[in-house]
């Protein structure tokens, strides 16, 4: 029987070239400022429109500041991009949600909660976090510039189909343990490469009992362990995640979805080319110490000595370097100076009612500079709706305009160098956050303890409700 991503995939396939790539249909390709420029350009020059401009969304959120957004973008190059994608979507007729729309956010948070990620879907972007809309039941991945251009022209993409991988996490997480956590130690267990040339199906008792959110945020990082996308069977969480939502199916054409959607599960006889069993208990809140997602440990254990049963290679000897740590050591109670709570890894409604969880009754520790950076303005309005803002302000944070903000540090969100920021977001390599930026990832829990007391601090040991 086939696997869920084979479901899904064999629907989509146009045709099969004769020892080559599989010409695949998709449903909806997202387009943000930085990796559409030069496709439009490409279009422009063959004197081609869009095949089907219905199927496409564009979105500006790498370069757009997280303050000031109604006045002119002060760095020229983030101003052009923003610009030209507007420019773009308007001569090509495509839906741009441009910044200060209501509509605006990052695009892989506002994709699903716009209902415009469905399940059973095949959905790119220019963006390797494209791995996110998976977490609905769809199958979801980055593709390259030349690549966008391609669909823009014919709503379809060569690729050659990837292998399946299943990952199944049982057992029930211990309070402060979150999805980002599931998959900081996946990243650890796997390493950065141990996924690559696979599709990773996620399952078990922990992903079916994570909400919506975590599901994102889990998939989100696929990509993080060299898999080409992630994704999770559609379930009755992800019905009511959708229901009712913007472009959503409606009335008899929900009922219709709906029972396609319920048939989108990878059956018990299901062979995947690899699969892997992990245990709930294993896993406490998880912090990075080096320079990729994968050199992770839980929060009270050591840096370890041995990488992988063999003496510390050069690169992570170098990570440590680069960071400022030793093999052997703790990092609780180190200083940090930057917080950041945001990016498309955990940027949603529930990440900041965990800041929020934290932060009520506290205060932020001196000497540290923290952006809570909304994923969209929907999730802006829902934390006002919800009173978090007012939380959160109580404990002297302040909630900053939606953007992707200091995840890359495309705009004007940058940490110093040497400084070390404490991040929700989902990559840590060398100057990510800034030139000369140390980044620790963790999940909003982690990063709201740390916010708090000023260095770093394992969320269990303080008092705290969700």
Not at 275 to 280: G, I, N, Q, V, Y
Request: hydrophobic content about 35%.
């Amino acid at each position: 029987m086939n696997t869920l991503f084979d479901k899904i995939w064999d629907r989509h396939v146009v045709q099969q070239v004769d020892d080559g790539p599989t010409q695949l249909y998709i449903d909806r390709l997202y387009c943000h400022e930085v990796t559409s420029p030069q496709a439009f350009e490409g279009m422009r020059s063959r004197g081609l429109q869009c095949f089907r401009p219905d199927k496409i969304y564009c979105m500006p959120d790498h370069n757009t500041p997280t303050h000031d957004q109604d006045k002119p973008i002060e760095d020229p190059v983030s101003a052009n991009q923003v610009a030209t994608l507007a420019q773009n979507a308007k001569d090509f007729g495509l839906t741009h949600y441009g910044m200060m729309s209501k509509d605006n956010g990052i695009i892989h948070v506002v994709g699903p909660e716009k209902g415009l990620s469905l399940p059973g879907m095949t959905i790119v972007c220019g963006d390797s976090h494209t791995s996110t809309h998976g977490a609905l039941g769809a199958v979801a991945f980055g593709i390259g510039t030349s690549e966008v251009e391609m669909v823009m022209a014919s709503q379809c993409i060569l690729q050659q189909k990837p292998k399946t991988m299943r990952l199944t996490i049982n057992g029930t997480l211990q309070k402060g343990v979150t999805a980002k956590d599931v998959a900081l130690y996946l990243m650890a267990q796997l390493t950065t490469s141990g996924a690559t040339g696979y599709f990773v199906e996620y399952s078990g008792e922990v992903v079916r009992n994570l909400s919506m959110e975590g599901r994102l945020t889990l998939c989100n990082l696929s990509i993080e362990m060299g898999a080409r996308g992630g994704l999770v069977a559609s379930d009755d969480v992800t019905f009511d995640y959708v229901k009712g939502r913007e472009y959503a199916p409606k009335g008899v054409e929900w009922d219709k979805a709906l029972a396609y959607w319920k048939t989108l599960t990878s059956g018990p006889d299901a062979v995947f080319d690899k699969e892997l069993a992990f245990d709930a208990r294993d896993i406490e809140p998880r912090i990075t110490y080096g320079t990729n997602p994968g050199m992770g440990i839980g929060i009270t254990e050591s840096i370890p000595l041995t990488s992988h049963h063999s003496p510390l290679t050069t690169g992570v000897e170098k990570a440590l370097d680069y960071m400022g740590f030793k093999a052997g050591e703790k990092l609780l109670g180190k200083k940090i100076d930057y917080v950041f709570l945001g990016a498309c890894t955990n940027g949603r409604i529930e990440d900041f009612r965990a800041f929020a969880a934290i932060a009520k009754g506290r205060k932020k520790a001196d000497g540290v500079v923290a952006w809570l950076v909304p994923g969209s303005w929907a999730v802006d309005r829902q934390i006002r709706e919800e009173g978090l803002d007012k939380v959160l302000s109580e404990a002297g944070f302040e909630i900053r305009q939606p953007g992707c903000s200091a995840c890359l540090a495309m705009n004007d969100d940058k940490v110093p160098a040497g400084k070390y920021a404490v991040s929700t977001s989902n990559r840590n390599f060398e100057g990510r956050q800034g030139p000369g930026s140390r980044t620790i990832l963790c999940s909003p829990l982690v990063a709201a303890a740390c916010a708090v007391t000023g260095v770093i601090t394992d969320p269990r040991t303080l008092d705290f409700e969700l």
